[in-house]
């Protein structure tokens, strides 16, 4: 009988660590039988409609006692269905108590997905807290992440660096055309950055916009005036509003799009000339994966793992965040000298086959679980 896992999830929405559960839960139903207990949210029908045993539970900020209490009678269901062997525990360390009163001593690995905010260094020490009392074994997503945990206590004897990875998407051209019509997007006369992230501070959208208003391309091949530039940002979050006002305080309003939310990500990113990444916090990211899997250029920022999947000068540029003027010089640099983005288009796919692949994920992840012990 293959090893029962269980998948405990804080919340499903829409943002990195839902899709890299629901890339390892993909990835390996057919070596494993895979549960899920998660609340609701709006990612959750890509996971509901996944032929797997699962249960809901209330998000905990919204009602901490039902929703402990539910999740403990939720695990205890799953496993009077089927014994659960293993919990991979994803983003809330908190869970892992619950899952210990409910479970006794079946194995917890948890993974870490990156804290933002004010309170990020408090977010790492209570993960480390959590983790050292309660999981037998903790994946980082990233070198820098797992620098951190190591210097706030985590024990190093259960620590693993896991890369995130992605799957190469199957592009359909015509989806790819439609999508273009209608965000008005010309790939073949204009030259088009995008990035792909939730509008908020984390992801230092601001600094992308005034270095974009600052860009100042060389005269277009053609001889008929400069480039034409376009900016694409894909997400959704708090910022929105506000990101869409500067824009237009910016004067670029005409050509930045804001597309919201996208479910199909990579033909729109297939748009894309070179991705950029001005976050100021960040772990892995799936969207930088996900750009280079496409053999984009990446421009991103010298924060958490981006400088670990972006190779300076080899596969993109690295530069500080909080500097738009330095951005828009890295930018220009790539948008005047198309054999620098094939170069760096081609050394990024090769980093990513290396690296960042989905297969890469789930082989060492299928390995941890076959030797975590409780």
């Keep these: 009988m293959k090893k029962h896992i269980l998948f405990v999830l804080p919340y499903l929405n829409q943002g990195g660590t839902e899709k890299q559960a629901l890339s390892l ?3 390996l139903r057919d070596r494993y039988t895979i549960s899920l207990i998660a609340p609701d949210g709006k990612g959750a029908p890509q996971f509901r409609a996944l032929p797997i045993r699962q249960r809901e539970f209330t998000r905990w900020e919204f009602n901490f006692f039902k929703g402990v209490s539910e999740l403990i009678k939720g695990i205890k269901d799953i496993h009077a269905e089927q014994a659960i062997d293993l919990v991979h525990v994803h983003g ?3 869970l892992m108590a619950a899952v210990r009163l409910a479970l006794g001593k079946v194995p917890i690995i948890f993974t870490v997905h990156g804290y933002h905010g004010y309170s990020a260094e408090f977010s790492y020490r209570m993960s480390c807290w959590f983790s050292n009392r309660f999981a037998n074994q903790v994946i980082s997503v990233c070198e820098a992440e797992y620098k951190t945990l190591k210097e706030l206590g985590m024990d190093t004897k259960k620590l693993h660096l896991i890369y995130n990875g992605v799957s190469e998407a199957t592009l359909d051209s015509q989806k790819s055309t439609k999508i273009a019509e209608r965000f008005n997007l010309d790939p073949t006369s204009q030259i088009i950055l995008g990035t792909a992230a939730r509008l908020n501070e984390a992801k230092g959208l601001t600094y992308l916009l005034k270095a974009f208003a600052a860009l100042t391309p060389s005269p277009s091949p053609t001889g008929r005036g400069e480039q034409d530039l376009r900016l694409v940002i894909a997400g959704t979050g708090e910022l929105e509003t506000s990101l869409k006002q500067e824009a237009q305080d910016l004067g670029i309003g005409d050509r930045v799009i ?6 199909d990500l990579p033909n729109l990113m297939s748009l894309f000339d070179i991705f950029v990444l001005p976050s100021l916090q960040e772990a892995c990211s799936l969207a930088c994966a996900e750009a280079m899997s496409q053999a984009k250029p990446v421009v991103g920022t010298c ?11 080899q596969t993109g540029f690295i530069v500080n965040p ?5 951005l828009a010089a890295r930018l220009i640099e790539l948008i005047n000298d198309p054999d620098l983005r094939d170069r760096f288009a081609k050394n990024g796919y090769a980093r990513y086959r290396q690296l960042f692949s989905s297969k890469m994920m789930l082989d060492k992840t299928a390995a941890l679980y076959e030797n975590c012990r409780a």
């Design 25 to 27: 839960i993909e990835g």
């Design 92 to 94: 809330a360390h908190e």
């Design 258 to 263: 804001f597309t919201g939310y996208q479910d």
């Design 303 to 313: 924060v958490g793992g981006i400088a670990e999947q972006v190779s300076d000068r």
């Design 322 to 326: 909080r500097d738009p003027d330095g």
